[in-house]
């Protein structure tokens, strides 16, 4: 900063914790999550609102559907129909997200 004779260290205030988000290490509850990495790992894309989300991703991921229960999650390819789904409440540690192309969450 102008007039200061050390440089000042930005960062989080101390004693200030992250607080966790619906996605990190699991998924919450009413929450679809979708990571780029197996076992939830990864980047990540918290499916709350229904709405159609794209998936980034064509490689293995992971997905938790933890949504209220009974809740189907679709799955689309391509074209724009559905290629897998999901009922709440359910999850895959290991999932090949190359031939999805958008998840519709409710």
């Not at 992250?18 to 929450?31: E, L, N, R, S």
């Not at 229904?50 to 391509?78: E, H, K, M």
């Amino acid at each position: 900063m102008p007039d200061e004779t050390s440089p000042r260290e930005f960062g989080p205030s101390p004693g200030i914790a992250k607080i966790p988000g619906p996605c990190d290490g699991g998924t919450a509850y009413g929450h679809f999550c979708a990571y780029s990495g197996t076992f939830g790992s990864g980047s990540r894309i918290d499916l709350y609102r229904c709405d159609i989300y794209r998936i980034p991703w064509s490689s293995p991921g992971s997905w938790g559907n933890n949504q209220t229960n009974g809740t189907v999650a679709l799955f689309l390819g391509n074209s724009g129909l559905p290629i897998d789904a999901s009922r709440a409440p359910s999850g895959n540690h290991v999932y090949d997200w190359t031939p999805v192309h958008d998840v519709i969450d409710c």
